[in-house]
């Protein structure tokens, strides 16, 4: 079997696929090939990692973390609708991404840059709400979950947008 058939690989074009359409993509996001690319996907892992790194001296830190879970009797209800608020417009955000065909938005059925975008929108709403429920229970234990997703999904979602980018252009 060629590994022209093997699952990643762009598919075969048919007749009615013209290359000089403007309304076919290559695959690639609009942004890949912007000025400032390459700095947008280094700050993404830098947060990632950054994420990480917070969650674990979180962690360490009990009077620190302390000071994070329980915020003022007024303060708490405001940090749970935040993070409500937050992890919904994410969704939102996610669910553009993934539902929305792909003839509306201009591009070939196989843009796997915008499902990944989307995955990751999804995976920081799950984060949001997970942190949400740190100031509603009153526990440190989802706040460092919430930081361990969010920066696990950042730094595996751009590798993956890093590999999708390389092998667009190969």
């Known amino acids: 079997m060629s590994g022209d058939w093997e699952p990643g690989h762009r598919r075969p074009p048919t007749p009615d696929d013209d290359p000089l359409d403007p309304g076919l993509d290559s695959g690639a996001d609009d942004t890949d090939d912007a000025p400032g690319a390459g700095t947008s996907r280094l700050l993404w892992l830098v947060g990632g990692a950054a994420a990480i790194a917070a969650g674990t001296a979180l962690g360490w830190d009990s009077s620190a973390m302390a000071a ?27 669910l553009e991404r993934l539902g929305a065909p792909a003839a509306s938005r201009g591009r070939s059925t196989r843009d796997i840059a915008t499902m990944i975008r989307g995955v990751r929108l999804v995976f920081l709403a799950v984060a949001a709400f997970v942190a949400a429920s740190t100031w509603l229970v009153g526990h440190p234990l989802p706040l460092v979950i919430a930081l361990v997703i969010a920066g696990v999904d950042v730094l595996e979602t751009s590798f993956l947008l890093l590999v999708v980018n390389l092998r667009s252009r190969s």
């Open 68 to 94: 994070v879970v329980n915020p003022p009797p007024l303060i708490r209800p405001a940090l749970i609708g935040l993070g409500v608020a937050v992890g919904v417009v994410l969704l939102l955000g996610a």
